[in-house]
């Protein structure tokens, strides 16, 4: 009996050794996690035991019938070629892009079943664990370097034809051995928007609308249209924001995808105010908002000028004098950290509320009265803040005190040395007579003596 397509494949024995289309032999490791559809396991060319520390591959396995890692491997052969790939960095003057490199690919047979897999280089944690482990809030810089990389990751497989479709943390992994490396991964959900250079038309469908992961979806995929470039934009402009702000707007309605679908309208309506509303103080949530601004003017089959994209988010490392190629700190942070002075994070003071599913706006609603809470935030912090200056006034008021009397003392003392003060007039002219009197009794005294000297010497020779 066949396996139910899209389950997950029975877990395979380590030390399992298959081999590829071009013949090459690879053995299986541990195993390290799961998607979807398919298993991960550490691996290792050859049919020798090897240390998994030092394991180099991975390779990715699922069931034959199966379709996202058969999309997957077609991605890598036609859009992810070396050759290709290289001669893209030279022309972009880019010294790496995040896509991990294809090893090789074939059909195994393991307990009567069929097995496909893929082999990858091996990569490290993906962002979504790095991400909860700092309670979830990401550095200005981190945030605005990380949509950079993974922009050129977009431009790149945009102009092959290709649109990722699920951009999030978990599929954004570091370099193995390497952090300052970041990959795009897992095209499973890969499409091929322009088949023969023809771009697909644009159809809703709602049978097929809220597809994907439903914090990032895009407008158009809750609509069942297929995806496209702006799409990708758009998932990577919800990623960027909640790197930033910790939370997103509508995680309250993750179970209701028609509020999620009407919470993202009107962010993008509502556009820059509703980034800024939801934005920690300090937060650099200004360039994400121009982001999503330039995105949401895409017409749906249209280019996006990705150099103006890849600006918006240079310009704002520049201002915070970070550069693009600078290594990336995922040390935990605390919120002041992160985002300099700030007590309170505008996005946590969102509180959830019960909706029936009858009312007619729960989603306008729920704004009003996180602006509510936002005005109370913002009114709490003015008063943190001036508390704390009255507290630096306390302390700095004293050191005031202490210098004005010492410098009052300089200026008296150096007036009565250059009698520049009138008050001391008298008293410098009687001073500087007694000085020139005694100077001029010290010279007579002296020149008795000399001659007292003189007339001894003389009297003592003679005798």
Same mark, same amino acid.
């Not at 058969?70 to 790496?96: G, H, N, T, V």
């Not at 469908?205 to 407008?219: A, D, Q, V």
């Given at each position: 009996?066949?396996?139910?397509?899209?389950?997950?494949?029975?877990?395979?024995?380590?030390?399992?050794?298959?081999?590829?289309?071009?013949?090459?032999?690879?053995?299986?490791?541990?195993?390290?996690?799961? *998607?979807?559809?398919?298993?991960?396991?550490?691996?290792?060319? *050859?049919?020798?035991?090897?240390?998994?520390?030092?394991?180099?591959?991975?390779?990715?396995?699922?069931?034959?019938?199966?379709?996202?890692?058969?999309?997957?491997?077609?991605?890598?052969?036609? $859009? $992810?070629?070396?050759?290709?790939?290289?001669?893209?960095?030279?022309?972009?003057?880019?010294?790496?892009?995040?896509?991990?490199?294809?090893?090789?690919?074939?059909?195994?047979?393991?307990?009567?079943?069929?097995?496909?897999?893929?082999? !990858?280089?091996?990569?490290?944690?993906?962002?979504?664990?790095?991400?909860?482990?700092?309670?979830?809030?990401?550095?200005?810089?981190?945030?605005?370097?990380?949509?950079?990389?993974?922009?050129?990751?977009?431009?790149?497989?945009?102009?092959?034809?290709?649109?990722?479709?699920?951009?999030?943390?978990?599929?954004?992994?570091?370099?193995?051995?390497?952090?300052?490396?970041?990959?795009? $991964?897992?095209?499973? +959900? #890969?499409?091929?928007?322009?088949?023969?250079?023809?771009?697909? @038309?644009?159809?809703?469908?709602?049978? @097929?609308?809220?597809?994907?992961?439903?914090?990032?979806?895009?407008?158009?995929?809750?609509? *069942?249209?297929?995806?496209?470039?702006?799409?990708?934009?758009?998932?990577?402009?919800?990623?960027?924001?909640?790197?930033?702000?910790?939370?997103?707007?509508?995680?309250?309605?993750?179970?209701?995808?028609?509020?999620? +679908?009407?919470?993202?309208? @009107? =962010?993008?309506?509502?556009?820059?105010? #509703?980034?800024? &509303?939801?934005?920690?103080?300090?937060?650099?949530?200004?360039?994400?908002?121009?982001?999503?601004?330039?995105?949401?003017?895409?017409?749906?089959? %249209?280019?996006?000028?990705?150099?103006?994209?890849?600006? !918006?988010?240079?310009?704002? =490392?520049?201002?915070?004098?970070?550069?693009?190629? /600078?290594?990336? /700190?995922?040390?935990?942070?605390?919120?002041?950290? $992160?985002?300099?002075?700030?007590?309170?994070?505008?996005?946590?003071? !969102?509180?959830?509320?019960?909706?029936?599913?009858?009312?007619?706006?729960?989603?306008?609603?729920?704004?009003?009265?996180?602006?509510?809470? +936002?005005?109370?935030?913002?009114?709490?912090?003015?008063?943190?803040?001036?508390?704390?200056?009255?507290?630096?006034? %306390?302390?700095?008021?004293?050191?005031?005190?202490?210098?004005?009397?010492?410098?009052?003392?300089?200026?008296?003392?150096?007036?009565?040395?250059?009698?520049?003060?009138?008050?001391?007039?008298?008293?410098?002219?009687?001073? &500087?007579?007694?000085? /020139?009197?005694?100077?001029?009794?010290?010279?007579?005294?002296?020149? +008795?003596?000399?001659?007292?000297?003189?007339? #001894?010497?003389?009297?003592?020779? =003679?005798?």
């Amino acid at each position: 009996m066949p396996p139910r397509k899209k389950a997950l494949p029975r877990p395979l024995p380590e030390g399992w050794i298959v081999t590829d289309a071009e013949k090459r032999q690879w053995t299986l490791g541990k195993m390290i996690g799961q *998607g979807g559809f398919g298993l991960i396991y550490l691996a290792s060319r *050859g049919t020798g035991k090897h240390d998994e520390d030092e394991a180099e591959f991975v390779i990715k396995v699922e069931y034959k019938e199966n379709g996202p890692l058969f999309s997957e491997l077609k991605f890598y052969q036609r $859009a $992810a070629k070396p050759a290709d790939i290289q001669k893209w960095m030279q022309e972009k003057r880019l010294r790496f892009l995040g896509i991990p490199k294809y090893c090789g690919h074939g059909i195994a047979e393991f307990d009567k079943l069929s097995y496909r897999f893929m082999v !990858i280089e091996r990569l490290g944690k993906d962002l979504q664990h790095i991400f909860e482990k700092q309670g979830k809030m990401f550095k200005d810089h981190i945030v605005l370097n990380l949509g950079l990389k993974m922009l050129h990751v977009l431009e790149y497989i945009h102009e092959n034809e290709y649109i990722h479709g699920d951009i999030k943390a978990a599929n954004i992994l570091l370099g193995f051995k390497d952090s300052n490396k970041v990959y795009l $991964a897992d095209y499973g +959900l #890969s499409y091929r928007y322009s088949p023969n250079q023809i771009h697909k @038309k644009y159809e809703e469908r709602p049978k @097929k609308g809220h597809n994907g992961t439903i914090e990032y979806t895009s407008i158009d995929a809750h609509k *069942g249209v297929a995806p496209s470039r702006r799409s990708d934009l758009e998932i990577l402009g919800y990623c960027m924001l909640h790197w930033m702000c910790g939370k997103l707007p509508w995680e309250q309605y993750l179970n209701k995808p028609e509020l999620v +679908l009407e919470a993202k309208t @009107k =962010l993008m309506e509502k556009l820059p105010e #509703s980034v800024t &509303q939801i934005s920690p103080c300090g937060a650099k949530c200004g360039e994400i908002a121009k982001f999503l601004s330039l995105v949401k003017k895409l017409g749906y089959d %249209e280019r996006p000028n990705y150099h103006m994209l890849q600006k !918006i988010l240079l310009d704002g =490392l520049k201002e915070i004098q970070k550069d693009f190629n /600078d290594f990336l /700190d995922f040390s935990p942070v605390s919120e002041v950290e $992160a985002h300099g002075y700030c007590l309170y994070n505008h996005a946590a003071t !969102i509180k959830p509320v019960r909706h029936d599913i009858r009312t007619t706006q729960p989603v306008e609603k729920c704004l009003n009265e996180s602006k509510t809470s +936002l005005t109370r935030s913002r009114m709490v912090q003015d008063k943190v803040k001036e508390d704390m200056d009255a507290k630096w006034e %306390e302390e700095i008021n004293p050191r005031k005190t202490q210098l004005q009397i010492k410098k009052k003392y300089a200026e008296d003392e150096c007036n009565k040395l250059t009698g520049s003060d009138g008050q001391y007039e008298d008293e410098y002219l009687i001073q &500087q007579e007694a000085n /020139d009197d005694q100077i001029e009794f010290s010279w007579r005294k002296w020149c +008795l003596l000399l001659v007292f000297l003189i007339i #001894s010497i003389v009297i003592v020779t =003679l005798y």
